[in-house]
């Protein structure tokens, strides 16, 4: 079975300022990662999703995320943050034999962006 | 081109209840998933269909049902509701494999 593991509940940074949200996953097999915002009282928006390729994924919002299989990592970054990146953020896997069909999320990390 | 669209919002129920949640997904998308969001559990998987059949499951008791229509709009179903049956249902859809689900917006369920 999958896991995955978010480090860090809460990160706190001013804006403008850079931050990393932190994601490591356990699997047996081949997974897809994926990084989703959620902002208060809304549903879930993709931020970005890595399949294959190339390890460095970018997404909406100026973000990016690397994928590091030795590490089974998948760390979320940001060089610049805005008051309106506050929200909670949540990575997730899939399996790559099953393709999507079912996502396993990480418990979350409420980023509070202040000025 | 709309999105996934969840009905209704928000919605009351008393203990020992059922209730059906619907969920229209993305034109042309015939994958459609729950998740129910609790701030205890988190995110946790309910099921997932795709033409109308049910490809998925998750680890929820059997008072936790589903279907998929068709034109590929889906519902799910609680029946005797519990308090700890509270929480953010979202449902989630997508066209093919690599693309990713697109979610809606939920419905909030609470059990009184």
């Known amino acids: 079975a999958q896991s995955v593991t978010q480090l860090d509940s809460q990160v706190p940074v001013f804006e403008e300022a850079p931050v990393e949200l932190r994601c490591n996953y356990s699997s047996s097999v081949s997974v897809y990662l994926f990084w989703y915002v959620q902002y208060p009282n809304q549903g879930l928006q993709l931020l970005l999703k890595?399949?294959?390729?190339?390890?460095l994924v970018k997404g909406i919002n100026g973000f990016e995320a690397e994928f590091n299989k030795s590490q089974t990592s998948f760390h979320l970054r940001k060089p610049s943050v805005h008051i309106s990146d506050t929200a909670e953020y949540f990575c997730a896997v899939s399996r790559w034999d099953t393709g999507f069909q079912k996502l396993v999320f990480g418990t979350g990390t409420r980023l509070l962006v202040s000025p | 081109k709309a999105g996934v669209t969840q009905t209704p919002r928000y919605l009351i129920k008393t203990r020992g209840q059922q209730v059906t949640l619907s969920c229209s997904p993305i034109s042309g998308h015939r994958s459609v998933s729950w998740y129910q969001q609790t701030p205890g559990q988190g995110l946790q998987f309910l099921f997932e269909y795709f033409s109308e059949t049910q490809r998925n499951k998750g680890n929820f008791p059997g008072r936790f049902s589903g279907r998929q229509f068709s034109n590929s709009r889906s519902e799910m179903n609680v029946s005797t509701l519990e308090l700890g049956d509270s929480a953010l249902y979202l449902c989630?859809?997508?066209?093919?494999?690599?693309?990713?689900?697109?979610f809606g917006s939920g419905t909030r369920l609470t059990v009184v």
């Open positions: 890595y399949l294959s390729g190339s390890t």
């Open positions: 989630a859809s997508s066209l093919e494999q690599g693309e990713g689900y697109t």
